[in-house]
């Protein structure tokens, strides 16, 4: 089963910030929160992941709590190009346990 | 550099038939996954490979199958197919270590009538 809890859908205007949350409240020390999106009919595409650290790349910010049970992944400047399935999903990163079990995601709307 | 690539990308077989599926990596990473994603089950584990062996296995009956070469291009067959077969099966790779991500090529779209 997936070790995370996302809302079904949101709505966020476009040029707006998304703020995407995730509850991992069973998170282990050693595993990382990665995030990934979907959109219609492609493979998942990767977004970012973290540890303990906020992280932010040219795609995303990602804010992890201090007690890492939940994260928050922000998109600055949603477009209509960041409706997608949202996944977060926490996983060990080692080569012997390599493997992503995936929830059911967050469907993100952009509205114009 | 070239992205994971998943042939073909659209396949109609009947019931009963097998299907062969393939995923080439990208040059470097050794370890592919499979998973298949239908509306009601999501995305769903079938199996994972690094170099050669199979690490992880989901759970699916054992009309699934796959293997990975020397090269680390792996494939997946389904045998005796079920119309529930009918899914996007994605294929992933990723390198062999560290906290990297996974790339995922587009998917092989099966219809199975």
Known sequence: DAKTTQPTSMDCAEGRAANLPCNHSTISGNEYVYWYRQIHSQGPQYIIHGLKNNETNEMASLIITEDRKSSTLILPHATLRDTAVYYCIVRVASNRDDKIIFGKGTRLHILP | ?113
């Open chain 2, 1 to 113: 550099k070239a992205g994971v690539t998943q042939t073909p990308r659209y396949l109609i077989k009947t019931r009963g038939q097998q299907v062969t599926l393939s995923c080439s990596p990208i040059s470097g990473h050794r370890s592919v996954s499979w998973y298949q994603q239908t509306p009601g089950q999501g995305l769903q584990f079938l199996f994972e490979y690094f170099s050669e062996t199979q690490r992880n296995k989901g759970n699916f009956p054992g009309r699934f199958s796959g293997r990975q070469f020397s090269n680390s291009r792996s494939e997946m067959n389904v045998s005796t197919l079920e119309l529930g077969d009918s899914a996007l099966y994605l294929c992933a790779s990723s390198q062999p270590t560290g906290a990297y991500g996974y790339t995922f090529g587009s998917g092989t779209r099966l219809t199975v009538v």
